[in-house]
């Protein structure tokens, strides 16, 4: 058997090319594998109802191994895997961006931000090369798209559960496990990680990144799972002078996103009677944010506005193009960093970018 008595189970969600790429980078990266060893299972209605499926299949005396085709294998990641594996252990892996430079996550934590139970993926959106990471590390949850699952876990957690909405099973399935005295670990054997397999349904509420929709979700899983978490990790949203003063000198505002950020500056310097939100996602036009209905962002009229601030962090490229020439002197563009344990918000002067447009 390979990977020390582990059966493996590939979740086709994607299918096609990325079936065939994931497969194939699992080959030429663990030559003494067999794909016939893999076995597989098409991605049902939801994320936690296909690893249910599997647990249900699984041979009761092995350990398993999860990958999903959206998932590209790089070297070496099968022989740290080896080194660590434990029957009491879940394992993931540290997750790059489709061009692999971009850290996804290396394991992610539970945190308070401003007060309130949430999660963050460790270096996140930091460049792999500027990174020394340890070989391993313990973390609250590990990304489910590439999982291994040790077999005394999986007697005594034997279902994902459902309330995870396609989001968030593995975390709450290593939340049950930690509980019941196991250990959730992230090595820093690097995978590419394609990030689409979970939205692609039609069903909203499975699919959007919005955070309008997952705020409710969210607030209900929190109450039933992590009403009794420790946790120790404290962190405060910061805003730079030259951004509070910017916001705060504006007379008629527009705030692109309804997320995070927008929902963070609109509480701080009490701006929602001077404000209008807008945004590109359908599922969120029309919707209320701060008893304001939010527009389509592609039938603004600017010229209403003296500041448009884009919230979205990382979104902005997308975002700027939908903005005329003659208005993008009015944008305001944030950059996001940790300073002392907190998330520190600064302007950002995107002028370099915007020369691209011209």
């Not at 919707?287 to 039938?299: A, E, P, R, T, V």
């Not at 990382?314 to 700027?320: A, C, P, V």
Request: glycine letters at 6%; proline letters at 1%; hydrophobic letters at 35%.
């Amino acid at each position: 058997m390979i990977l020390n008595n582990t059966e493996i189970f590939m979740i086709e969600a994607l299918g096609g090319v990325y079936k065939k790429k994931s497969l194939k980078s699992f080959s030429n990266t663990f030559k003494q594998s067999k794909l016939k060893n893999i076995k597989f299972i098409k991605e049902k209605k939801t994320r936690e109802e296909t690893l249910n499926a599997i647990l249900k299949k699984r041979n009761k005396n092995m350990s398993l191994f999860i990958f999903v085709d959206d998932i590209i294998f790089l070297p070496g990641w099968h022989k740290s895997l080896q080194e660590k594996i434990n029957n009491n252990f879940i394992i993931g892996f540290s997750m790059l961006n489709p061009k692999g430079r971009i850290i996804q996550d290396f394991g992610y934590d539970f945190i308070k931000l401003d007060g309130k139970i949430t999660y963050k993926g460790l270096h996140k959106g930091e460049i792999i090369s500027k990174i020394k990471l340890p070989s391993h590390r313990s973390c609250s949850a590990v990304c489910g798209c590439a999982m291994w699952i040790g077999k005394k876990v999986l007697e005594k957690v034997s279902q994902f559960p459902l309330e995870g909405n396609n989001r968030w099973g593995e975390m709450l399935y290593s939340i049950i496990a930690k509980r019941k005295g196991f250990r959730t670990m992230v090595l820093s054997s690097h995978l590419i990680h394609h990030a689409t397999s979970t939205k692609i349904k039609k069903n909203i509420l499975l699919s959007s990144n919005s955070w309008l929709i997952e705020r409710d979700m969210w607030k209900k899983i929190s109450k039933k799972f992590f009403s009794d978490l420790s946790i120790k990790k404290k962190i405060y949203s910061k805003f730079s002078a030259e951004f509070s003063k910017s916001i705060k000198s504006t007379k008629k505002l527009l705030i692109y996103g309804c997320g995070t950020v927008a929902d963070i500056a609109t509480k701080k310097y009490h701006i929602q009677k001077k404000t209008d939100y807008a945004s590109n996602l359908n599922e969120e036009i029309g919707k209320k944010f701060y008893n304001k209905k939010i527009k389509n962002f592609k039938k603004i009229n600017f010229l209403r506005y003296d500041k448009i601030f884009i919230s979205s962090v990382g979104y902005e490229k997308e975002i700027i193009k939908d903005i005329p020439i003659d208005q993008r002197n009015k944008i305001i563009c944030i950059k996001k960093s940790i300073v002392r344990n907190n998330i520190f918000y600064s302007l950002y002067n995107y002028s370099h970018f915007l020369s691209n447009y011209r």
